[in-house]
């Protein structure tokens, strides 16, 4: 029995959802409404006591952290490996789920949570939204929360995380000039993570990611968005496009800048 | 040919250290003086060109990122196993390891950092400091030593990492409390990593790590302690350790209040 709870396919969710689908591997999926706050619902605490997705439960074993569930899928079943079999490049691939998890991801969070949060939270009293974060199980996300849907965040940070994530970018540019993978010449987690940061980016941010500046990386995504497993993963039930594109758009003129 | 870089055995070098002396691979030691940033001269810059303490070097290749080197000594060479063979127990080991680098050290580093950049830099001109700040290859290290040695941090920041490193200390005395070792039945990177951060604490923080408040902690720490691939690290040279006692004494009444 391999159960999936995750989120529309995006940034963590899809990155679960990307390595589940190129494995392979036959699951339950179950979707869990981050707009409507069911992360934080007690039914969900019990699977993952930090209320974040995705969480994979196996034989009744939870698995939680999409960088460890996607290695614990590739140390877990059959079918194609996700992971270069040599150690130099399986370090050089894990040198990249670390950066995606410290960095790249962390960066594009706080400008989505800063674009997103009002569509999600307008709808709520004060009252209410505090009545929400208060379930929330980790401190940090409480505050996160908090300072994004009161005050929101400052310009300096706002600049800084767009700066990480054009660093980002660059990075991934630079490699994928020198070998057709991220981790070398072989599909691995590290386009898996990059990838489930940077799907929406041509279309989200045509200034910063195109045939022109960012050639390399183009052919990269066209390769990726050609591979069945990972449009498996697109192709996933999502509910909540609609408030997610108009929040993309306000992200969007964000990048540019 | 496998060379190790790295500073005295304290934190992320002591986790490299550990992993590479219970692995039992015979290595070249080569010091890297963090207090007199050799770790940003050109010629460790060629090396790891983040300018960052570990780095490994094996038949020409360089692996940085010490979570990632230990898996990489573990994944290339004979001698004890230093992961669970079990999947779901080495997807714990995982999460420790993710831990300790997204939250449990970058709590303590700031902290440490708060209290020890005026003994490394106040020795310096300002003009003298910022030509040493200016080498740093990551804009998030130069952003971190400017504030830390202009302004210092906020008692607000400071309060809120010494709440995180209280909460990486609970969450190890409760899973010790469960399981004899971090990841399971058995010694792993999960104890490398956490052991490479909470080695000093009880002698530097006895009001937070004692037998009285934390006996599993304490009894984890003293099996730590008595295996010889751990003393070995410990005793790798130190010539800063007059500098590093001096802050941890300062850093000892921060984390007790």
Same sequence: chains 1, 2.
């Avoid at 999409?66 to 040599?86: K, M």
């Avoid at 490699?175 to 010449?185: M, P, S, V």
């Avoid at 052919?219 to 192709?235: N, T």
Wanted: net charge neutral; with cysteine.
């Amino acid at each position: 029995m391999l159960d999936l709870y995750h989120a529309e396919p995006a940034a963590n969710s899809l990155k679960s959802l990307i390595a589940i689908k190129e494995k392979g591997v036959p699951f339950n999926s179950h979707f869990v409404n981050l707009h409507q706050f069911e992360q934080h619902e007690p039914w969900f605490v019990k699977v993952n006591p930090n209320g974040q997705v995705p969480a994979l439960v196996h034989d009744g074993k939870v698995i939680t952290e999409s960088t460890v569930i996607n290695e614990y899928l590739d140390d877990s079943f059959e079918g194609p490996p996700l992971r270069p079999a040599d150690p130099y490049w399986r370090a050089r691939m894990r040198i990249w789920t670390k950066f995606v998890d410290e960095y790249f991801c962390p960066a594009l969070s706080f400008i989505a949570w800063h674009h997103m949060i009002h569509n999600i939270t307008d709808k709520l009293t004060p009252e209410e939204f505090e009545a929400k974060v208060a379930r929330i199980p980790l401190k940090e996300q409480q505050d996160k929360w908090r300072t994004a849907a009161r005050q929101g965040y400052t310009k300096e940070q706002l600049d800084n995380w767009g700066r990480q994530v054009r660093t980002s970018i660059e990075r991934m540019e630079k490699q994928l000039g020198e070998t057709a993978w991220l981790a070398g010449d072989q599909f691995s987690l590290a386009d898996v993570s990059c990838f489930a940061m940077a799907s929406g980016m041509p279309r989200m941010s045509p200034a910063l990611v195109n045939p022109k500046d960012t050639p390399n990386f183009m052919r990269w995504h066209g390769r990726m968005e050609s591979r069945p497993g990972v449009q498996a993963a697109l192709a996933m039930p999502n509910p909540v496009r609609d408030t997610l594109e108009a929040s993309r758009s306000k992200m969007s003129s964000a990048l540019s800048s």
